[in-house]
C-alpha cells in the first residue's frame, strides 16, 4: 500500500520482498468494507476471490448463535491473491520491486539508513518498516526492548482446497464465519468456508493459558466430535505465526529517517486480532507522511494520526483489565454478551471484529 502511494507520487521506491509472491499468509482472511476502501478495492471489480459476508456465527455450549444483516458487512478473500493483487499494483504504478530480498541488517548513516542484503547494500533516506512482528526495521528501532510492551497473540490456521460441493454439505455451510471463543476467554477458534477453501485456526494471548499447538488439537478434536470436520477431507498443514496487538503504545511508530507499519508496529486490533484495516491504513498514513515536503513535520504527524486512529486512553487498555478478572467471571460476561442479540451484535461482532460497517 504505502509503495503504490509513493510511487504515484512518482517518489523513487525501492520494495524489498523475503518471499516469492504469489505466497500463502497466515490469515482468516476477512476483510471489512473500511478496509477494501482504504486499500481502493472496489468488491464489484476485484478479479479475484471475494465472499461476501451478512452472516457471522458464534458458537458457545453447543449452541449457534447467528447474528444477520442485510448487506454484507465484511468479504472473505484468499490472501495469496489479494496481496499478490496489491504487490502487482504497486509494480505497475512505478515501484522497484524486489522478491527473494531478505534484510539481515538495518543501519543509521547520520542522515541516511543502510540495508544489508547478503553482500548488498542498499542506501537511502528514508525507510518503511513493514515486515511484520519480526521486522528487522522495527528491531534496529527498538532493540530488545522490541517485544517488552507488546501483549502477543500467537495462533495457527490452515487454507484447505476442500471443494465447494463438501463444504456445502458442512453443517456450518458457506461463507458464514463462525467463532468458537476459547474456554480460557482469551482467544478463539474460527471456522470459515470460502468457495472451494475451508480456512481453521485458533488464536490467544501468549501471556500464559494453554500453549497454541494443545489448543489447537483441542479445536480440530472438538470439530470431529461434532462432525463438522469429516476424516475424508484433506487439511492443508497448519501454519503458526505471532504478532502484537495494540493497547496503546509507549514508544513512536515513527521517527527521522523510518516509519513502521502494520504488524511492525503493533497495529492490530485487540480482542479480534484484525490486522489488516490496520496494515492498510498505515501504510497509506506512512506513505503520506513522506510524501509531505517536510520530512520531520511528516513523521510526526505520522505518530499523532496513528495515536488519535488507534488510541492510546484507558477504554484500549480494557483487554488488560479484562484478563485480570478471575476466570468464572470472564465466562459469565462473555456468555451474557454473546447471548443478548444486541450486545452480540454492536459489541462484539460490529465492535471488536467489524470496526464499523461503513467504510
Same mark, same amino acid.
Given at each position: 500500500?504505502?509503495?503504490?502511494?509513493?510511487?504515484?507520487?512518482?517518489?523513487?521506491?525501492?520494495?524489498?520482498?523475503?518471499?516469492?509472491?504469489?505466497?500463502?499468509?497466515?490469515?482468516?482472511?476477512?476483510?471489512?468494507?473500511?478496509?477494501?476502501?482504504? =486499500?481502493?478495492?472496489?468488491?464489484?471489480?476485484?478479479? +479475484?476471490?471475494?465472499?461476501?459476508?451478512?452472516?457471522?456465527?458464534?458458537?458457545?455450549? *453447543?449452541?449457534?448463535?447467528?447474528?444477520?444483516?442485510?448487506?454484507?458487512?465484511?468479504?472473505?478473500?484468499?490472501?495469496?491473491?489479494?496481496? %499478490?493483487?496489491?504487490?502487482?499494483?504497486?509494480?505497475?504504478?512505478?515501484?522497484?520491486?524486489?522478491?527473494?530480498?531478505?534484510?539481515?541488517?538495518?543501519?543509521?548513516?547520520?542522515?541516511?539508513?543502510?540495508?544489508?542484503?547478503? %553482500?548488498?547494500?542498499?542506501?537511502?533516506?528514508?525507510?518503511?518498516?513493514?515486515?511484520?512482528?519480526?521486522?528487522?526495521?522495527?528491531?534496529?528501532?527498538?532493540?530488545?526492548?522490541?517485544?517488552?510492551?507488546?501483549?502477543?497473540?500467537?495462533?495457527?490456521?490452515?487454507?484447505?482446497?476442500?471443494?465447494?460441493?463438501?463444504?456445502?454439505?458442512?453443517?456450518?455451510?458457506?461463507?458464514?464465519?463462525?467463532?468458537?471463543?476459547?474456554?480460557?476467554? %482469551? *482467544?478463539?477458534?474460527?471456522?470459515?468456508?470460502? *468457495?472451494?477453501?475451508? $480456512?481453521?485456526?485458533?488464536?490467544?494471548?501468549?501471556?500464559?493459558?494453554?500453549?497454541?499447538?494443545?489448543? +489447537?488439537?483441542?479445536?480440530?478434536?472438538?470439530?470431529?466430535?461434532?462432525?463438522?470436520?469429516?476424516?475424508?477431507?484433506?487439511?492443508?498443514?497448519?501454519?503458526?505465526?505471532?504478532?502484537?496487538?495494540?493497547? *496503546?503504545?509507549?514508544?513512536?511508530?515513527?521517527?527521522?529517517?523510518?516509519? =513502521?507499519?502494520?504488524?511492525?508496529?503493533?497495529?492490530?486490533?485487540?480482542?479480534?486480532?484484525?490486522?489488516?484495516?490496520?496494515?492498510?491504513?498505515?501504510?497509506?498514513?506512512?506513505?503520506?507522511?513522506?510524501?509531505?515536503?517536510?520530512?520531520?513535520?511528516?513523521?510526526?504527524?505520522? $505518530?499523532?494520526?496513528?495515536?488519535?486512529?488507534?488510541? $492510546?486512553?484507558?477504554?484500549?487498555?480494557?483487554?488488560?483489565?479484562?484478563?485480570?478478572?478471575?476466570?468464572?467471571?470472564?465466562?459469565?460476561?462473555?456468555?451474557?454478551?454473546?447471548?443478548?442479540?444486541?450486545?452480540?451484535?454492536?459489541?462484539? =461482532?460490529?465492535?471488536?471484529?467489524?470496526?464499523?460497517?461503513?467504510?
Amino acid at each position: 500500500m504505502a509503495a503504490w502511494r509513493l510511487a504515484q507520487a512518482r517518489k523513487d521506491v525501492l520494495l524489498l520482498e523475503a518471499k516469492s509472491f504469489p505466497r500463502f499468509k497466515p490469515c482468516a482472511g476477512w476483510v471489512t468494507p473500511k478496509a477494501l476502501a482504504t =486499500l481502493e478495492i472496489d468488491p464489484l471489480t476485484y478479479p +479475484h476471490l471475494l465472499i461476501p459476508i451478512s452472516q457471522v456465527a458464534i458458537a458457545l455450549d *453447543g449452541d449457534l448463535l447467528v447474528t444477520s444483516w442485510p448487506q454484507p458487512v465484511s468479504y472473505g478473500v484468499l490472501r495469496s491473491e489479494l496481496d %499478490d493483487f496489491l504487490l502487482k499494483r504497486a509494480r505497475a504504478a512505478g515501484a522497484d520491486v524486489r522478491f527473494g530480498q531478505r534484510v539481515d541488517r538495518v543501519e543509521w548513516l547520520g542522515s541516511r539508513v543502510s540495508l544489508q542484503v547478503g %553482500d548488498e547494500h542498499w542506501i537511502s533516506e528514508q525507510v518503511i518498516g513493514a515486515g511484520g512482528s519480526s521486522c528487522p526495521v522495527a528491531r534496529a528501532v527498538e532493540g530488545r526492548s522490541l517485544w517488552k510492551h507488546r501483549p502477543m497473540v500467537a495462533a495457527i490456521m490452515s487454507e484447505s482446497p476442500v471443494g465447494a460441493s463438501r463444504l456445502l454439505e458442512s453443517s456450518l455451510g458457506t461463507g458464514m464465519p463462525v467463532l468458537f471463543p476459547e474456554p480460557e476467554c %482469551d *482467544g478463539y477458534g474460527w471456522y470459515f468456508a470460502k *468457495g472451494d477453501f475451508l $480456512n481453521l485456526g485458533v488464536g490467544a494471548l501468549l501471556a500464559g493459558g494453554l500453549a497454541i499447538p494443545q489448543r +489447537h488439537k483441542r479445536f480440530l478434536q472438538s470439530l470431529a466430535r461434532d462432525g463438522t470436520l469429516p476424516d475424508s477431507w484433506t487439511l492443508s498443514p497448519f501454519v503458526g505465526h505471532s504478532y502484537a496487538v495494540w493497547r *496503546g503504545r509507549r514508544t513512536h511508530p515513527a521517527g527521522p529517517h523510518y516509519l =513502521l507499519t502494520g504488524d511492525a508496529a503493533g497495529l492490530a486490533h485487540d480482542f479480534s486480532g484484525e490486522g489488516i484495516g490496520p496494515a492498510a491504513l498505515s501504510g497509506s498514513l506512512a506513505a503520506a507522511a513522506l510524501i509531505h515536503p517536510d520530512s520531520v513535520r511528516g513523521y510526526q504527524d505520522y $505518530n499523532r494520526r496513528i495515536a488519535l486512529i488507534q488510541g $492510546n486512553g484507558p477504554l484500549v487498555r480494557t483487554g488488560a483489565w479484562v484478563e485480570k478478572w478471575p476466570l468464572f467471571v470472564r465466562r459469565k460476561l462473555l456468555a451474557r454478551l454473546c447471548r443478548h442479540p444486541w450486545t452480540r451484535r454492536r459489541w462484539i =461482532l460490529e465492535g471488536a471484529f467489524l470496526h464499523g460497517l461503513e467504510p
